[in-house]
Nanobody
Framework: QVQLVEPGGGLVQPGGALRLSCAAS????????MGWYRQAPGKPRELVAS???????NYADAVKGRFTISRDNAKNTVLLQMNSLKPEDTAGYYC??????????????WGQGTQVTVAS
């Protein structure tokens, strides 16, 4: 059974920093594209940052220059370092693991989510 566990959320003041982590119990972790998504109340879930299995990273325009995604394939983990946080970053943050397997089947897994609240 695949599990993505995301400790690390919480309350932080504007301008502060927070680091989210995602530990994946999945075989061949290095073959997955990993991503962080977020969803605020009343809004659709959106991609925040991604790190492909080849190491390419991508960021939403709203977080470029403030957030950094990194992955450690030896530890089956992916991190999201969030700096200069703004109230509009408040949302539930979700870890995602996705790949297409050798028979063309999409494997797509989600964590349970962790709440990040940016407020003074």
């Amino acid at each position: 059974q695949v599990q993505l566990v995301e400790p690390g959320g919480g309350l932080v003041q504007p301008g502060g920093a927070l680091r989210l982590s995602c530990a994946a119990s999945v075989s061949l972790f290095s073959t997955y594209d990993m991503g962080w998504y977020r969803q605020a109340p009343g809004k659709p879930r959106e991609l925040v940052a991604s790190a492909t299995n080849t190491g390419t990273t991508n960021y939403a325009d709203a977080v470029k220059g403030r957030f950094t995604i990194s992955r450690d394939n030896a530890k089956n983990t992916v991190l999201l370092q969030m700096n200069s946080l703004k109230p509009e970053d408040t949302a539930g943050y979700y870890c995602n693991a996705r790949k297409i397997n050798i028979i063309g089947l999409e494997l797509n897994y989600w964590g349970q989510g962790t709440q990040v609240t940016v407020a003074s």
